[in-house]
């Protein structure tokens, strides 16, 4: 049993930089000691904002309040920071799907403890996300051009009408947490597909307007 007047906060990689965030010491991430559950759960929570990262007034605080150097406070911060809001971002309800993120070797009593604070206050973090237009990637840009494709066989030799439809992506980039936010994605579409997917889009439009107008 872990000791109830301690808690060891291990691995403080980000899981959206690392796949072994919550590494083990051997990973050469830092082990700190917090004096109490609740001390852990205010950190979590202190930590969720975006103005989190990089506030010197909040590692401050942690720095004093752990006994650690500003360096391994802001790396803490962080590393709960991006571990909470990849939870929110990838819509993780459960405890069964918070805890696979953690690597196996993860200290079990603060990996289950961490998942009960993400869960109490899941609820909350995920309002406040939507209220800060935290959301799933959206589409930014469209370009479209129609080409012609020639075919052939041994019989006979055609021409073909084919859309190419190139969309820009852009990640929340606050989560991502790469060089750049967007992406592009180029598709192929033939008639018959773009028919399928107007329509598609069509009953959409219809049933947002019938939304909208209630």
């Known amino acids: 049993m872990m000791p109830s007047s301690k808690v060891i906060l291990w691995g403080l990689r980000s899981p959206l930089q690392s796949t072994s965030f919550p590494g083990d010491p051997a990973s050469g991430s830092c082990e700190i000691q917090a004096s109490s559950k609740d001390l852990v759960g205010k950190l979590c929570r202190d930590s969720f904002p975006r103005s989190a990262v990089g ?9 004093t309040n752990l006994s650690v150097t500003p360096e391994e406070a802001a790396e803490l911060v962080l590393a709960l920071h991006s571990l909470i809001r990849h939870v929110v971002y990838k819509g993780l309800v459960s ?4 805890l696979l993120v953690f690597p196996e070797n993860f200290h079990q009593n603060l990996k289950n403890l961490l998942t009960k604070i993400i869960l109490e206050n899941l609820s909350a973090w ?6 800060a237009g935290v959301s799933l990637p959206r589409l930014v840009d469209m370009n479209w ?37 967007t992406s592009t994605l180029t598709m192929e579409l033939s008639k018959e597909t773009l028919d399928t997917m107007l329509d598609g889009l069509g009953r959409i439009r219809d049933q947002l307007s019938a939304v909208a107008n209630k």
């Open 95 to 98: 405890a069964e799907e918070i």
């Open 145 to 181: 051009r129609v080409d012609v494709k020639t075919s052939s066989d041994s019989v006979t030799r055609m021409a073909i009408p084919t859309c190419l439809v190139q969309m820009k992506i852009q990640e929340d980039a606050e989560l991502c947490r790469a060089d750049s936010s």
């Open 126 to 131: 995920s309002s406040d996300a939507q209220n």
């Open 55 to 63: 506030s010197v007034h909040l590692i401050d605080s942690v720095s």
